[in-house]
């Protein structure tokens, strides 16, 4: 009870920027879930926050350079989900490939070491390694997302689950529940988009 009482009170005291970030974040989740573009204006609203909690509060500056990738390829995100599709109509749900998958993880993970190295190497940064690996990935996702590839789902949730470990490990509770609410809301959207994906073949 204790515990829980300490965690809640942490929760709490949580500083401005994550918890717009959050908000931000569930709402850009559900809408993409939807296969819904304007998904990306609160994807980039979440990200200006969560910039600064990254840099500024929890010193996973890989992450935080992260979020301002994403503010910049949310506008690609939009155009593609709305005019990507075959005489400019909404881009539909596709597969990717098997080999894609292999080249995926070969880069990811060579990508993944060597800048955690460099980043363990010549900066203060946490968690240096992890960091590099779920901001490799979600670089390589959010393209997979902007794609609209359904296996973009099974991927995040793999991501997400590192990342709960990642900002826990961090004390950053707010921002690691946020990504245990993601692994549930992943799930949906992988049904959701599947079911469509089926739909259309």
């Not at 690609?76 to 109509?89: E, M, N, T, V």
């Not at 060579?110 to 390694?129: D, I, N, R, V």
Request: glycine residues 6%.
């Amino acid at each position: 009870m204790q515990f829980w009482n300490s965690l809640l009170n942490q929760i709490a005291a949580q500083h401005f920027s994550e918890w717009a970030a959050v908000i931000g974040a569930i709402l850009y989740l559900l809408l993409a879930t939807k296969g819904n573009p304007w998904c990306w204006v609160w994807g980039i609203i979440s990200c200006a926050f969560w910039a600064y909690a990254a840099f500024a509060l929890y010193g996973l500056y890989i992450d935080g350079a992260l979020q301002l990738f994403y503010i910049a390829i949310s506008v690609l995100g939009i155009y593609r989900w709305k005019y990507g599709g075959k005489d400019h109509q909404e881009l539909p749900i596709s597969r990717l490939h098997w080999k894609q998958h292999i080249w995926i993880w070969t880069g990811g993970l060579a990508l993944s070491w060597a800048l955690g190295a460099f980043f363990e190497a010549y900066t203060a940064a946490a968690a240096t390694y992890l960091d590099a690996f779920t901001t490799v990935f979600s670089v390589i996702i959010t393209f997979m997302v902007i794609q609209k590839k359904l296996e973009n789902w099974g991927y995040w949730f793999l991501i997400d689950s590192v990342y709960v470990y990642l900002y826990w490990s961090r004390r950053g509770f707010l921002i690691a529940l946020l990504f245990v609410t993601y692994l549930v809301i992943v799930v949906f959207g992988y049904f959701s988009w599947r079911k469509s994906y089926l739909n259309a073949v």
